[in-house]
């Protein structure tokens, strides 16, 4: 818990916090800014021409405001998402956006009770795998539990799972880890 407080009371944090109560009077602002996080993240992936330009320090911030402030009223994003990016570019912050939009994603979680849990695994997951897994965390974390799986062929067999308090690692990867180790200690 206190590990949250502590990401809050960083500079990521402190904007994340401003965003968020900015929004934080309509639920429906709150989702329109997480789908926008998305879109804006993919934005700069997909883009590179963009996020050259409005990453780039050497360029003029004008050019880079003029710049962000067309793309994202092209690409339809609210006037206040416009705003927040616009005012963390001012600041010559644009480095630490995807802890920002992090610590957003984190802190609406957590005010809405929800427990995010990625379930690592050395193979895909079946739908019914899959499912099952799902029942077994929402019993264990609650109803407004989040999973998401990922393939991670270095687990060789078996599973990790994280959720922002802790890390459960049953992999095959971890167990030859400890007995490398337990050789070096002798």
Known sequence: MSAFFNELASLE????????STLSSTPEKLQKALKEIEDFNALLKDHKDFSSVVLEPLVHIDVRLRVLERV??????????RHFVGLVLEHGRMRYMKTIFAAFIRLYQKTNHITPVTLSSAHALSKDELAMFTKLFKDKFGPYTEVS???DPALLAGYRIETPEEVFD??????????QQSFHER
């Open 170 to 179: 049953g992999s095959f990867q971890k167990q030859l880890r400890l007995i």
């Open 13 to 20: 944090g402190r904007y994340a916090k401003a965003f968020y």
């Open 72 to 81: 994202l009223k092209a690409f339809d994003f609210s006037k206040e998402f």
């Open 149 to 151: 799986a990922k393939t």
